[in-house]
């Protein structure tokens, strides 16, 4: 017997509704508090941060912090830099990770499950935990203030998690799409190249966004071996306007959110793939 | 099985070769690989300028450009070296010079606190300068900023930026209520009884750390030793002194109730100086950088300046100052160069342009009496006479000799002051306590 909807009445799917969003969007505003005061507080004078009771909708909105970041920062420059470290770790860092990857996938050999929880554990190791011997390493190859250098340890650094992950996506793809190209005249690497990397579009782009936010973010690793201020990252560059005795916390968020925007806006643009991406390996 | 014949091509294997290194190749291209390290030379021919390197800690956001300014002016005033200047944060640059000196990259030239210049230079690793810079040349400076910078009877740094203390207080509320400015502990703790209204407005600003040093030496008094170490190295923070001390500030946090909330994890730079910038604090000790924010953030506040208040209204008023120094590091190869640079940091001209961009006290005794510095016509004046009078008699908190672990003994101090404002102990426990686990750690016990 099916229940008849009378106007006003709440059916058991109403209620459901109510329930979800009742719990989404607290959560929801939870999230994206920081976000919301870090735009707000982008368009206060200096003077207004300070003026009690803080206030979301800023008393005289401006646009001069979005204009003056620039002037006292080379913004553009670090902008710049943070886009070739985050793209030049993401392609190295692919370009070893998927082989790896792939023969992790297809191939049985000794000490592959040793090495499988290797690289599991090997990214529990913080970066920083290295800096001093890598500090001594890159020196003595005198390649301390070089962006190269910045780009090939970040690479490294998101190696295990790329290899990890794509290792994953890889086996989702059934070998009998690979055996067939090869049987049509293929090598391995050009089944791979031409089959499965194809194939492993949504798991390569969620990979690679995660290497770009990696890269996009690092701190300590440009922090120490950069010295040449035109070298240096935006995530180095925001420091700038915390100094001393004081932060000014007006152009910090002006810059911050610009900053933001860039992989809010990638995010949105691969936002699909990146899902199906991860919902494959977790599937797996 | 597999056929080569038909396998990825060369051709288009280069292909995904050379996409896959275009933005390595950018990023080579935007960054000369190497540069060059600390004591190298900048050519081959023996006449070539050395390459120096400074490594500076920014104080605000025109600490680059500002001191690009003077490393671009020293290099066009002489041919014998070139200087490149880094600048970096405060929060990671100790961390930064520590993984540099260690790595054998140490800068010829760094700025930090004083605490930094004890540390490394009992770790050997910054460079006697009293040769280098000469009698004559440091006889310019205060004595007090030479002798905070001075171990075993040889200057270790320049003194940069000294900043004695004052408390600042609202004379548009204090008018309001018919007060006068603050003297004394019991001033204090009156005025802000009378104006404290939480959480619209609190009375007095108390943290731990600074605000600790600013109740010893007021309960002490100028012209008396200041040192929270006994001659033979004990801890005096348990002392009749030091408990007065501690009380006066646990009287204002939990009897008072007139201080802003959490004084135990209060940090001076992002919550006091705000709260007070904000207008919702009535008193406040701090440095003498506030007049600039104020003029910059809050500008049409009313407020004044006065001596770090005493516990008994017939005693001097003391000071108190955490210099910071600019350092040669010892691993410098240019010495002489590095010294050179020193000497064009520090002389009049640039001491004076930093003193007024940064707002801070100057070093130097002629540009504390400068008229561009002294200003008749600059609101501000008043305070920096105030100050530049104030440094005369200024006890360094880091007077040698300092111990190894001053850092963790100044830890122990707040954590008794945790203990003391969260109701856990009583001052005397608590600071008995601290002063057991600092002589412990001095191996006095």
Known sequence: MI???TPGMLTPRMIKLVGI???????LLISIFPLIVMISTSFKTSQEVYIPPPTFMPRAPTIQNYLDIWRVVPLGTYFWNSLLIGLGSTVASLVLA?????ALARYRFVGKSVYVLFLLGIQMFPPIVLILGLFRLIASLNMLDSLVTIVVLNAIFSLSFNTWMLMGYFMTIPPEIEEAAMMDGNSRVGAMVRMVMPLSWPGLV???IFSFMNGWNEFTLPLTFLQSQDKLPLTIGLFKFVTRFKVEWHQLMAASFLATLVVVVLFMLVQDQLTRGMVAVSEK | MQNQKNGLSRRNFLKVMAMASAPLV???CAAPAGAPASGTQGGAASQAPVELRFVAMDYDSRMQPDTQAVMDAFNKSQTASTVKLEVVGWPDGRNLLLTQISGGQAPDIFNGSGQWCLEFTSAKETAPLDDLMGKEFLDNFWESGIKAMTVDGKLYGMPYFLDPRGLYY????????GLKAPETWADVREAAKAISNPPDIYGFGVGPDDYWWYAWIGAIGAGNDLAPWTQDGHSRIAS????????FLTDIVLTDKTSQPSPQNANRDSDLQPLFLGKKMAMLETGSWMPTIISHDAPDMQYDLAQLPVAKADMKHPNVFWPDAVMMANQSKQKEQAADLLKFMFNAENRLQFALQRGVIPERIDVGKDPKYVDPNDPLTKYKEFYVKELATAHNVFQTPWPATGSED?????NALAHIWLGEMSVADALTAAAKEIDTRHKLT
């Open chain 1, 3 to 5: 229940a008849k909807e």
């Open chain 1, 21 to 27: 969003f009742g719990l989404l969007i607290p959560v």
């Open chain 1, 98 to 102: 998927i082989p790896a990857a792939y």
């Open chain 1, 206 to 208: 969620a990979v690679a």
């Open chain 2, 26 to 28: 950018l990023a080579a």
């Open chain 2, 170 to 177: 609202r004379t548009d509320l204090f008018t309001e209520k």
């Open chain 2, 240 to 247: 009749e002194e030091g408990i007065a001390a501690v009380q």
């Open chain 2, 410 to 414: 100044q830890t122990s101090v707040t």
